[in-house]
């Protein structure tokens, strides 16, 4: 679905929107290096000190830009203090709107070193991919957003009206745990007509994407017990099943045979519209050869519409300390992506009823609930995802996909909770070789310019058109 294209005399300032953004696209990326080099990571083992620095880095830039009213703020929930976010103000002109431009400065942490092929907070271009921790997750949606707001400075000027809020979160990556205080504390100056979250991905190099559904989210550990105390397994074992066995065969009952979750009560379809090709998928998974895929229904719905559940820790000895000993208990922690429509509170009952009922020879079981998060999907018909598809064709070439995402977001629905008039739209500037929270991430410089051409065009047009 896209729109009729812009007029001409707009197609002409669409021409110089798009001479502009390459005009100064060195510098975008040269300032997107600067803040790679800042290891800003809003985890409790991690120097607050440097998201601090990054914060304040970010704000810099922000009144380089153009934009004077520019804050550092934090709350804090249950006296616990959130990291540091930077808001940022241009008041809209009459009768113009406001569009509030969400990313997040805070990192994943590096993890192993050894697995990156250059230094994680040392940006390095290779092959046209700039590599480097937050070079696409999610530091180039702050720099998409500035670089498409110089553009229409340089173009428009004063003409450009449409009022402009910056909001750049610090602690994205550790949960957002103070997010909806936030808002509620700062809930008129954040308030916005539209709310574009640069947060997500494209479909592939050359296919430009709008996220319009994301799946909710569960998560929440199960421990099995089957001994008072750990005993020795040569005196002991026979009788008696150790708990990392019986946590095996209790978390081999999430799945059928298929491998589609089997949990009763959770909501799914295999109604997505788009065509995912498994060799694509299998591609950009990095599936070994001879991997059966899980699940039935198109892949596509086994993404986007339908439940994924997936063990992501095991307490458990490691190999190198194991010995000879029948162990007392084992822990599990699990993730449950669930399909939109999916109420995350009743997918929870269901995921611990589950566990109860299926308790392998009797054994304890102990279920621990974790956060949740609701699921999201846009009205692709509402005058700003429609300009949003218009503008990303025009920058691309090529018509946009309207593509769900697996993944799950789960601030987006405080977001439509406080700002239910707003129309949100979920943008990006990854593809899916960006490997965003893994080793080697990386962002497609190409790509990357086309984002912030396609963020101008779209402000540009609610500029001129409104909403």
Do not use: C
Request: proline fraction near 6%; charged fraction near 20%; charge should be negative.
């Amino acid at each position: 679905m896209t729109q009729q294209r812009l007029s001409s005399s707009t197609d002409f300032s669409a021409q110089d929107l798009r001479a502009a953004v390459a005009a100064d696209f060195d510098g975008t990326v040269s300032q997107l290096v600067d803040l790679v080099a800042i290891p800003g990571i809003a985890w409790a083992a991690f120097d607050p000190a440097e998201l601090d620095r990054s914060a304040a880095a970010v704000a810099e830039l922000i009144r380089a830009a153009g934009i004077d009213d520019v804050q550092v703020l934090r709350v804090s929930t249950d006296g616990v203090p959130g990291g540091p976010a930077v808001v940022a103000r241009r008041p809209a002109a009459p009768g113009k709107p406001t569009v509030l431009l969400y990313a997040h400065h805070d990192v994943q942490p590096p993890g192993d070193p050894a697995l990156w092929e250059s230094e994680p907070f040392t940006a390095v271009e290779r092959h046209g991919r700039l590599y480097g921790r937050g070079a696409a997750d999610d530091k180039a949606g702050i720099m998409a957003h500035l670089g498409a707001l110089k553009a229409l400075d340089q173009v428009l000027g004063e003409d450009f009206g449409v009022g402009v809020t910056l909001f750049i979160e610090g602690e994205e990556e550790a949960g957002s745990p103070t997010f909806r205080t936030f808002l509620d504390t700062h809930r008129e100056l954040l308030r916005a007509d539209v709310i574009v979250v640069a947060d997500s991905s494209n479909w592939k190099v050359g296919v430009p994407a709008l996220t319009t559904s994301l799946r909710g989210l569960v998560d929440g550990t199960v421990e099995v017990q089957v001994l008072g105390h750990a005993v020795h397994s040569g005196m002991f074992g026979g009788p008696v099943l150790d708990a990392p066995t019986l946590l095996s065969r209790l978390i081999a009952t999430f799945h059928d045979d298929a491998g589609d979750v089997a949990i009763a009560g959770l909501a799914g379809g295999d109604d997505a519209t788009v065509d995912y090709p498994e060799a694509d998928y299998r591609a950009d998974a990095s599936v070994l050869d001879g991997v059966r895929l899980a699940g039935t229904g198109s892949i596509a719905s086994r993404l986007w519409t339908k439940p994924a559940l997936s063990i992501i820790g095991i307490d458990a000895p490691t190999v190198a300390l194991s010995s000879n000993t029948l162990l007392p208990r084992a822990r599990a922690k699990f993730s449950l992506r669930l399909a939109p429509g999916q109420d995350p509170a009743s997918a929870m009952a269901a995921v611990e009823d589950h566990v109860q009922r299926n308790a392998p020879f009797g054994a304890t079981v102990t279920f621990t609930a974790g956060e949740t998060g609701n699921a999201f999907a846009a009205d692709t018909a509402a005058p700003a995802a429609q300009t949003a598809l218009w503008a990303l064709e025009e920058a691309w070439g090529v018509p946009a996909v309207e593509a769900g995402m697996g993944g799950s977001i789960p601030f987006i629905a405080d977001l439509t909770e406080v700002y239910p008039a707003a129309q949100i739209l979920i943008t990006g500037v990854e593809d899916p070789d960006s490997r965003a929270h893994s080793a080697n991430e990386s962002l497609h410089l190409a790509e990357f310019q086309k984002a912030v051409l396609a963020e101008a065009l779209m402000l540009s047009r609610m500029n001129t058109e409104g909403l």
